[in-house]
Structures are given as structure tokens and as C-alpha cells.
């Protein structure tokens, strides 16, 4: 009878133990072990799963539901940075098309309450919100991965937005940055792909993210850039009030606008998208070419736009993820774009072998979806497992054997893809207002010099002859046909998405049509990689 009270009476004390660490674990450490031994778990049942599965007798397809679905229900389970992983997932483009899920993670987040957001003014300014402000909503009007914000008004008047930093995150980005690193680790060793490299780069930008100090300066320099432009009447960033800034709390002026992401409202305001769009891949585009400090999250959430005497002005938020690429790369990158539109494919594949690219193909096709030259033929359609495991080892093998050099690889082509790949969601998504990649490649043309020539000895800089004119007479007269040609394109494809409007309700832009060239592209190139249009919209 003892014997079964001792053991009873053990089993409730571990049992209790058990409770209170969790409760321990749950309250005071916002739930820090249980989310990395859930990330620990998941990651190993994926290995497993992989090792046994990724064969020929195995259903492909349904082992990367399986595992797409498992990091799925992670990101879920963990929220915070791990929503912000999970959206970076949704935008690789040649993820299996069971990765399509991801794309519920882009839906908003739950606020916090009212008692939370108490208890953080209370450690930030050491009084509440109340008496800060003149008036606090704490209703939240919009909520996040990582804050949420608020409208607020200040004693003078002024109507603000106040960001506030949900509380776990600071806590809990210690160890989601080592369990991060776990999982880029285990996936380079399983799959024998070169991802580790880019890991200490990308945490040190999700970091900064969870700084509002460092937003609050990136939006002064990204307004204080824009200022040198003549875009500054079109594009504006709010004002910060710094005396009601903290790290996790940040003041700005209030916005009454139409959220990008709503189409409709545009419309019905009379705004005129083509107008928008044209200053917002402008903006884009000299930050990239021009000034090398580029906003890496500019999806239609966070741009706003108003109306200001009459003339549309866009907005730019969120100012929490930016890159600050070297002048060496903002230079290679803008001659990059001039050369493959001068077809100077010499330059070209110069600037590429520097970055350790040999296959010129596939990062030409990432940058521009090569919208001069049609794609070839879809390959042919694997009917077998077989067929499709052995392909899918094949690309495998080429993406690995293309990101083999990362150590020469500029690791700001991470983030200022993403920016290229948000601003032609954004064109894509507003019915392809404008030519984007014609207005692009002008940027980069302006700033990548004024010598058109950049083949050969005398690249950039150095005097020369007749020969070099001769020959820089001709690279800007193919630049300037090749932009000619893509905006005929551009034409006859407005033309048809009209029509198409006209006749079945609906019509495919300039961006639907240079997406299926870059899907065929890259499926040519990757066969057996099912690409998946919609990811290219993360
Ligand atoms: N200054 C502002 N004026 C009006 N609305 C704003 C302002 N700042 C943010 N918002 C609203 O709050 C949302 C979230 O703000 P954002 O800075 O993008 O935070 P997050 O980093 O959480 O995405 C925006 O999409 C916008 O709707
Ligand atoms: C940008 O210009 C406006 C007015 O032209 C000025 O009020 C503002 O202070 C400038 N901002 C920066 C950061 O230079
Ligand atoms: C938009 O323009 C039309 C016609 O020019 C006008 O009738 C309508 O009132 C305008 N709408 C707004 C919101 O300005
Ligand atoms: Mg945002």
C-alpha cells in the first residue's frame, strides 16, 4: 500500500513539477521552451521523414504536404518571427506547390489586451498611455507578426499612430534566433543545400526589426533620400515624434489614407493607379540604383495613399526592415540591369562570374524574367514517380551547384529581391499600370554612370577612343531599342488585357504575362520543380 502511495505520490510530484514548469515557462517566459522543443520535434520528424520518403517508391507529392504542413502548424503554434519565416517561405518561388498554405500566415494576427499594452507604456515611459497622450484608443486598428498599432492624439492636437511591440518578442528572440539557426543548419546538411551562409545576415535584419529606435531612423533617412529627388511632392514618410518613441513603442503622424491593397477605394477616389504605381516603382528604384539603403517589406499593407491638393501622394510605412547595400554592389547591381538590356551579355556574365554565378541564365531570369526573349517549350509532362524524383534530384543538383560560390555572392540580393519581388506584386496586383521593368532599367541606366560603354579594359572611368565610342554609341542604341521593344510589348499586352476585360470580365497584364515567362523559365531550368505563379505575390 506504501509502495503504491510513494510511487502515487511521486508521479503527482513530477506531475507537478511538470505543471509548474510549464505554467513557469508559459507566464514568465512566454512559452520559450515549449516553442524550441515544439521546433526541435517538428525538425526532426521532417528529417526522418525526408530520409525515408524523398526515394522513388515514395508519393512525392504527399510527403511535402506532409511537411509543409508541419511547418505550417510550427509557425502557427509559435507566431512571432516565426509568422515573419513562414511569410518569407510563402515567396520562394520554387517551393513545391504544397508551400501555397503559407500563404494564410499574410492574414492578421490577434491583438493583445488592453492590460498588456498598460503593463508596456508602463516599463517604457514609467506612466500610462493616458497620460501621455490627450487620448489613447486602445482598441488596436490594425495588428501584426510582431506590433500592433493604435491612434492616439497628442496634448497639442496632432492626431499619431502609436506602434506598440508585442511583449514576447524581445523575449523570445534569443532562442528563436538559435533555433532558426538550427533548422538552416539541419536543411544545408540534409538536403546538401548552401543556406547557412546567409544566416547571421538575415539575423541581424529580422533583429533590427524589433528595434523601433532603428525604424524611427531608417524612415528619417528613407524621407531625407526622397528629398533629393524630384519625387518629394509624391512621396512622403510620417513625421516620428521621438519624446513619445521608445524601442518598442514608436510615435508617428497620423495617416488618412487608402491602403494599396484595396484597388477598389483607389478606383472610386478617382486616384489614378498608373500614377501611383509609376512613383512607387520610382522611389523603389532609386533606392536600389541610386542610394542602396532599400525598404524590404513595401507590400501593399504597409503603403498608404492620399490625396494632397488634388495630386495622389503615396505614403510609405513600416520602415523596420531595411538593407544597406555597399556602394560597390549598388554600382555592380545598376550595371547589371544596363548590361542585360544593352544585351551586353560580356558585362553581364562578368558581373555574375564576381558575384560566383556562372549560370548567367538563372539570374538573369530572377531579375527580369527575360521579358525580350519568349521562353522555350514547357518541358514535358512527368507522368512517373520515378521521372519526377529523378528530376527533382537533377534541379536539386543545379540550384546547389548555382549557390556554390556564396561566399562572393552579395548577400543584398536576399532583401533587395525581396523589395523587386514586392513592387511587382504590388504592379501585378493593381491590373499592371505601368512598365515596370522599362522604368527600372532607366533608373539604373541614370545611375550607373554616364559611359555607355562597359565591356571590356576600360570599365568605367578611363579615357577613350574611337573604338570605345563607337562601341558605347552602340550599347546605348540597344538599350534604348530593347526598351522600345519591351514597351511595344507592354502596348499590345495592355491591348489584349482590355479586350480580354471586354469580352470575358477579365484580362492578363503585363505582370501575369512576364510571370508565366519566368514560371516556363524557371521550370526549363529546374525540371521536375513545379513553380508556383502565386509565390512570386509573397
Ligand atoms: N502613420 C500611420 N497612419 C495611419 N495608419 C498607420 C500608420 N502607421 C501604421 N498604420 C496602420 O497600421 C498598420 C500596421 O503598421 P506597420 O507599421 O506596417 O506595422 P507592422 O510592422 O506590424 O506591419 C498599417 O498597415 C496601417 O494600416
Ligand atoms: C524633407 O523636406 C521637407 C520639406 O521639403 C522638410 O520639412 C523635411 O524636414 C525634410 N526631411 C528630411 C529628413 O530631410
Ligand atoms: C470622381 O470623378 C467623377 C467624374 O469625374 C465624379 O463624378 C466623382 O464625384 C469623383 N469622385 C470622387 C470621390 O472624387
Ligand atoms: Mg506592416
Known amino acids: 500500500m506504501s509502495r503504491y502511495l510513494k510511487i502515487t505520490k511521486r508521479i503527482g510530484l513530477i506531475g507537478g513539477i511538470g505543471v509548474a514548469g510549464w505554467a513557469l515557462d508559459k507566464y514568465f517566459y512566454y512559452s520559450t521552451i515549449q516553442r524550441n522543443v515544439k521546433t526541435l520535434v517538428t525538425g526532426v520528424i521532417i528529417s526522418i521523414d525526408y530520409k525515408l520518403n524523398f526515394n522513388e517508391h515514395s508519393d512525392i507529392n504527399a510527403l511535402h504536404t506532409r511537411v509543409a504542413n508541419l511547418i505550417l502548424d510550427l509557425c502557427k503554434n509559435n507566431g512571432g518571427l516565426y509568422i515573419k519565416f513562414g511569410q518569407q517561405i510563402a515567396s520562394v518561388p520554387v517551393l513545391p506547390p504544397q508551400y501555397n498554405i503559407f500563404k494564410a500566415l499574410f492574414d492578421n494576427a490577434p491583438c493583445v489586451e488592453k492590460k498588456v499594452v498598460e503593463r508596456i507604456f508602463l516599463e517604457e515611459f514609467g506612466t500610462l498611455a493616458q497620460n501621455i497622450y490627450e487620448d489613447f484608443d486602445y482598441e488596436a486598428i490594425a495588428s501584426a507578426s510582431i506590433a500592433q498599432v493604435h491612434k492616439a492624439k497628442l496634448k497639442d492636437g496632432t492626431v499619431v499612430a502609436v506602434k506598440v511591440q508585442k511583449p514576447e518578442i524581445q523575449k523570445q528572440i534569443y532562442w528563436d534566433m538559435i533555433c532558426y539557426r538550427v533548422v538552416i543548419y539541419a536543411l544545408e546538411k540534409l538536403f546538401d543545400l548552401p543556406l547557412y551562409w546567409s544566416a547571421d545576415y538575415i539575423e541581424f535584419h529580422l533583429r533590427q526589426e524589433t528595434d523601433f529606435i532603428n525604424e524611427a531612423k531608417n524612415a528619417e533617412i528613407c524621407q531625407h533620400h526622397i528629398n533629393q529627388t524630384d519625387l518629394k511632392k509624391y512621396v512622403h514618410v510620417p513625421k516620428v515624434y521621438h519624446e513619445y518613441s521608445t524601442k518598442r513603442v514608436m510615435t508617428t503622424e497620423w495617416i488618412d489614407g487608402f491602403s494599396l491593397a484595396k484597388k477598389q477605394e483607389l478606383v472610386d477616389n478617382n486616384i489614378s493607379l498608373p500614377f501611383v504605381m509609376d512613383t512607387i516603382v520610382k522611389v523603389f528604384a532609386d533606392q536600389i540604383f541610386r542610394v542602396g539603403f532599400v525598404h524590404c517589406d513595401p507590400h501593399p499593407g504597409n503603403i498608404l495613399v492620399r490625396k494632397t491638393n488634388g495630386a495622389p ?109 514586392c513592387v511587382r506584386a504590388n504592379n501585378k496586383m493593381l491590373g499592371s499600370p505601368v512598365n515596370r521593368i522599362n522604368i527600372m532599367a532607366n533608373c539604373a541606366a541614370e545611375n550607373a554612370g554616364l559611359k555607355w560603354q562597359t565591356s571590356g579594359n576600360t570599365f568605367r572611368g578611363e579615357e577613350y577612343g574611337l573604338w570605345n565610342h563607337l562601341k558605347s554609341g552602340f550599347s546605348k542604341l540597344m538599350f534604348q531599342t530593347t526598351l522600345a521593344m519591351i514597351s511595344l510589348s507592354f502596348k499590345i499586352t495592355q491591348i489584349f488585357q482590355y479586350l480580354g476585360k471586354l469580352i470575358s470580365g477579365k484580362g492578363s497584364g503585363f505582370e501575369d504575362v512576364m510571370d508565366s515567362n519566368m514560371r516556363r523559365n524557371l521550370e526549363s531550368m529546374f525540371p521536375g520543380m513545379n513553380i508556383n505563379e502565386s509565390a512570386f505575390d509573397g
Open 313 to 421: 501622394q503615396v505614403v510609405l510605412l513600416d520602415h523596420g526592415l531595411y538593407v544597406r547595400c555597399t556602394p560597390k554592389f549598388v554600382d555592380e547591381y545598376a550595371t547589371f540591369w544596363k548590361s542585360l538590356f544593352s544585351l551586353d551579355i560580356d558585362a553581364s556574365s562578368r558581373i555574375a562570374k564576381s558575384w560566383g554565378i556562372e549560370d548567367l541564365n538563372v539570374i538573369a531570369t530572377a531579375t527580369l524574367a527575360r521579358p525580350w526573349r519568349a521562353g522555350k517549350p514547357i518541358h514535358s509532362t512527368k507522368t512517373t514517380i520515378t521521372d519526377l524524383f529523378e528530376a527533382q534530384k537533377n534541379s536539386k543538383n543545379r540550384l546547389s551547384k548555382f549557390l556554390k560560390n556564396t561566399e562572393s555572392l552579395p548577400k543584398e540580393l536576399i532583401f533587395v529581391g525581396r523589395n523587386l519581388n
